[in-house]
């Protein structure tokens, strides 16, 4: 049996390397992204470990902004030298770093990264745990010179002599560069400039006796957790100290939301792959089963009992999953050395020798391979143990053509109520977790319903889309419509590979369409300024902006928003962390809100604060109710409720709780924070666009920011929400290409099936195109079926997600119908594509040796 086994595997490689890809795709992205993750991990690991210094000591970090904008949080300068006099302190100085600033060449152009990585401006300070060295030039000696990174400095054109021009939140100032610094460790894709350390206090923080940070060397023989205990008690609690294995993972795990993203993006693709390709493997293993209904009854003939059967069937299964396998891990270490070079591409310069291949790796990228092609072909494996022994006197039968399918209509009638039970509830539900829940739930057992019942199907739909064959394309049409319901079971399996992709659009499509809407009309309903002037990466800017937008001839009312983290207690007893807004005042006459009580006199008042009406109920709190408020720093306040709004605004539009303040308030508590948004409105009598160019020529020292109209923020929400489409999108192409692998390898095996009856087509005149046309009508008429399955439940998916949706606030339902018309469309071009080599084998046959075909 294992001879005969081996020789089986052999004999259908060709009808198995289909199938194989599925595999290889599958296990490239799974041990493609654990490898690329792995690598990134420990270089930075190695990284933070080398350039930490023994203990950090910084200020309290109470608070963790979920949004920019906060000011910068400091410790004073005077600090290292109480720090030098603890035992067992070696060294103490005092660091400055931030990374709210603009740095800007003599071009007027920025030199910071355009990938989102950070500008950060630092004070110069050798050691050997530096991850910089000076290369060329001189150490910055005072005001008005500083040090480049030579990565930006290529990158941006950037030579010793040259001015550039720092935006911080004190004010602007200009340094000549005299030196450049090159890292010795991995560049994290970040630009540095680096000043004395004077100037950088009273220049970045506004004065000369702050720093952020102050780095503490051990003595030899003393431990980091023993230094760090002696200078925590020398120095009080109020400051944040973390040992160099501590700020390591701290820096670690900031990088690791980066990292995760990379790795749930990939593990989505190769989880879409999985999916995708057990339809291609079921039905490649049915199939070749049915087509060696001889074969085996033969073998069950001369002794081989069910048991031998059905393991040699699970044998081919595993030999096919350690091939597949072992290519898809080369391919993923081929794909993880690509996703390393391409990060270089976005400032991330990691070396591919250093490229880390651990244990995990290969072992998930076997129990996948393995695991997918064993559980795929279990079915057709067990199908195989029935054949009895007098097939091998009989000839062979195609599997499922007069199989009843009573057993596939119950079960799939029960999982289709339990689903749609499931997304009734979505819909009835009034909260968005158990909502969300209910809505996985329903996708769950839909998809499986209709993969389940999908040969039920098969025969009425068909009929539908394929009535119009036999009118159009004569008995060419008939007989291709025939072949597609001949065997329900291996059409509804073929199609539902498809089915997959396209549900998975089309309810990415609604939600997509459905979000953009809602914001639209948040939008129209909030936004009452003419312009909005706002940096590109979201980042806050320093006061000349306002006062340089202020100056500009046309300007009418400037109200300014800044952002800032803070937490309160409520009356129920819960500390709720979020970000809260500052207005100027004119907070009227540029957005558009609705009171439930109070006013924006009240919401904006010394003291004062206003929050969402549904927030505030379902916490206990009402107008005038006190509230304790944490703020950076440690600052504490307790402020009165002044106003409760009814927002509607969706969430991620703005904020938990909806809650903002004055900027007095603001700025008494959080000094140092800075703009994030301007609002602008014209004088009157000004033209908007006039204004608009004025607007435009006043902020070019200011390259990072941008004036926009409601028609640009509107077109800034799309383009955020199409990142998460044209995601999608790349599943789908993903999905297709799998599913048109899987149509290819049908309609292959289809035709050396019906090879004899081809011959005998040929025979009484039937041509060589006649026969090509039969198969792609054939192919198209499935990929078809397939769409309408995916669209129609992708569709449903959609808009029970919408609801969902409108639990947080986005309550417009949109259908993109000419995605959905496009997708029809492209669905029909994706069956011409998959027949193409079927039919040409198909035309090429020679038609005695067809019809001489066993």
Known sequence: MLKATLRSFLAHKGRLALSSLAVVLSVAFVSGSLIFSDTVTRTFDRLFASTAADVTVGPKQDLRSPVPGGGVQTVPADLAGRVAKVPGVASAHADVSVQNITVIDSRNRSVGPTTGAPTIATSWYLTDRSPVELTSGHAPRGAGEALLDADTADKKHVRIGDPLTVQAQPGTFRVRVVGIATFRTTNPGAALVFLDQATAGKQLLGSAAKATAISVEAAPGVTDPVLKDRVAAAIGSGYDLKTA?????????????????????????????????????????????????????????????????????????????????????????????????????????????????????????????????????????????????????????????????????????????????????????????????????GVVLTLIATVIAGPLLVRPVIRVLGGAFP??????????????????????????????????????????????????????????????????????????????????????????????????????????????????????????????????????????????????????????????????????????????????????????????????????????????????????????????????SALKPYPQLQVRDQADYKKLVHDQISVLLFLVYALLGLAIVIAVLGVVNTLALSVVERTREIGLLRAIGLSRRQLRRMIRLESVVIAVFGAVLGLALGLVWGVCGQQVLALRGLKELQVPWGTIVAVMIGSAVVGVVAALLPALRASRMNVLAAIAHE
């Open 245 to 441: 294995a501590e700020q390591a993972k701290s820096a670690a795990a900031n990088l690791g939301g980066f990292l995760d993203v990379i790795k749930y993006v990939m593990l989505g693709f190769a989880g879409i792959a999985v999916l995708v390709g057990i339809f291609l493997i079921v039905n490649t293993f049915s199939m070749l089963i049915a087509q060696r209904t001889r074969e085996l009854g033969l073998l069950r003939a001369l002794g081989a009992d069910r048991r031998q059967v059905r393991r040699s069937v699970l044998l081919e299964a595993l030999l096919l999953g350690v091939v597949g396998s072992t290519l898809g891990l080369a391919a993923g270490i081929g794909m993880a050395y690509g996703l390393i070079r391409l990060m270089s591409l976005f400032g991330m310069n990691l070396k591919a020798t250093e490229m880390v291949i651990g244990w995990s790796t290969p072992v998930a990228a076997y129990v996948v391979g393995v695991g997918v092609t064993f559980v795929a072909a279990y079915l057709p494996a067990r199908r195989a143990a029935t054949v009895s022994p007098m097939a091998a006197l009989s000839d062979a039968e195609i599997a499922g053509i007069d199989k009843p399918l009573t057993g596939r209509a119950v079960a799939g009638a029960v999982m289709g109520m339990a689903g749609a039970a499931a997304l009734a509830g979505c819909v009835a539900a009034t909260k968005a977790a158990p909502a969300a829940a209910l809505l996985g739930l």
């Open 471 to 696: 009118a159009l394309f004569g008995s060419v049409g008939r007989m291709s419509q025939r072949n597609a319901l001949r065997n329900p079971r291996r059409t509804g399996a073929t199609a539902a590979a498809l089915m997959v992709g396209l549900a998975l659009v089309g309810g990415m499509s609604v939600a997509s369409a459905s979000m953009s809407a809602s914001f639209d009309r948040q939008i129209d309903r909030t936004l009452g300024s003419d312009f909005i002037v706002q940096s590109t990466n979201f980042t806050p800017f320093s006061d000349d902006v306002r006062r340089t937008v202020r100056g500009t001839e046309g300007v009418g009312l400037v109200v300014a928003q800044r952002i800032t983290p803070l937490a309160v207690r409520m009356p129920d007893g819960r500390r709720v962390q979020t970000a809260a807004s500052g207005y100027g005042p004119g907070l009227d006459d540029v957005v558009h809100l609705t009171y439930a009580r109070g006013g924006t006199g009240a919401a904006l008042a010394d003291g004062r604060l206003a929050m969402d009406a549904g927030f505030a109920r379902d916490h206990g709190a009402r107008i005038g109710t006190v509230l304790p408020v944490e703020f950076p720093g440690g600052r504490e306040a307790r402020i009165t409720v002044g106003a409760l709004t009814n927002l509607d605004s969706p969430e991620g539009f703005g904020t938990q709780g909806g809650i903002f303040l004055g900027l007095r308030t603001v700025d008494r508590y959080v000094p140092g924070a800075q703009d994030s948004v301007l609002f602008v409105n014209a004088a009157p009598g000004t033209d908007a666009a006039k204004l608009r160019s004025s607007l435009e």
